[in-house]
């Protein structure tokens, strides 16, 4: 079994930081994709960030330049610093990872969720 544990919201000023983190737990034989998801009230969840195991990173435009994603594999642990936060981008925030536990199945695991509010 893999866990996913998320930390790191909370509320913030407009302009003001926070750094994610996503922990993954359990029977990890290989992590594939680690990204970041996020929904408004109201809203559909949207893609914020995703890294590859190459590192190669992709952002949704309205965070480009203000949000960085990144992993520590010796962790199996991604994050996303979050920088020059606005309202718009208040929202729970989701980490999403494929892992394998074996070497043929690769499967998609969320996070529970955190909470983010820019307000002041």
């Known amino acids: 079994q893999v866990q996913l544990a998320e930390s790191g919201g909370g509320l913030v000023q407009p302009g003001g930081s926070l750094r994610l983190s996503c922990a993954a737990s359990?029977?990890?034989?290989?992590?594939?994709?680690m990204g970041w998801y996020r929904q408004a009230p109201g809203n559909q969840r949207e893609l914020v960030a995703t890294?590859?195991?190459?590192?190669?990173?992709n952002y949704r435009d309205s965070v480009k330049g203000r949000f960085t994603i990144s992993r520590d594999n010796a962790k199996n642990t991604v994050y996303l610093q979050m920088n020059s936060l606005k309202p718009e981008d208040t929202a729970v925030y989701y980490c999403?990872?494929?892992?394998?536990?074996?070497?043929?199945?690769?499967?998609?695991?969320w996070g529970q969720g955190t909470q983010v509010t820019v307000s002041s």
């Open positions: 999403n990872v494929v892992i394998s536990s074996k070497r043929n199945d690769p499967r998609n695991y």
């Open positions: 890294i590859s195991s190459g590192g190669n990173t």
């Open positions: 359990g029977s990890i034989f290989r992590i594939y994709v």
